[in-house]
């Protein structure tokens, strides 16, 4: 069983940047491709972005490309996006999960979820 845990959500005003974290416990992280999500109140909750094992393979949703990075260390178990420029429409609860090697953008693709840390971006 794999347990994940975010942190890092803050509050944050427009143009802000935050790192958030997610540490991996239970089984050998670097087995498995790891991704975000995000929700915001009212709406379903969306892919932002995916990771490979190795870190060379790496997917975004358009609406945070070149201003989110995933990364990964997985000698430390530990899984990151960086998020750079916020602004408002990034405000929700973000999610880290681990799914298989062939896990995509779909919710369905991953197995595993953290509780979510909250970001909110101030206007």
């Known amino acids: 069983q794999v347990q994940l845990e975010e942190s890092g959500g803050a509050l944050v005003q427009d143009g802000g940047s935050l790192r958030l974290s997610c540490v991996v416990s239970?089984?050998?992280?670097?087995?498995?491709?790891m991704g975000w999500f995000r929700q915001a109140p009212g709406k379903e909750r969306e892919f932002v972005a995916s990771?490979?094992?190795?870190?060379?393979?790496?997917m975004y949703a358009d609406f945070v490309k070149d201003r989110f990075t995933i990364s990964r260390d997985n000698a430390k178990n530990t899984l990151y996006l960086q998020m750079n420029s916020l602004k408002p429409e990034d405000t929700a609860v973000y999610y880290c999960?681990?799914?298989?090697?062939?896990?995509?953008?779909?919710?369905?693709?991953?197995?595993?979820w953290g509780q979510g840390t909250q970001v909110t971006v101030s206007s």
């Open positions: 990771i490979s094992w190795s870190g060379g393979n790496a």
């Open positions: 999960a681990s799914g298989g090697s062939g896990a995509r953008k779909s919710r369905s693709d991953y197995n595993s």
């Open positions: 239970g089984r050998a992280f670097s087995w498995y491709r």
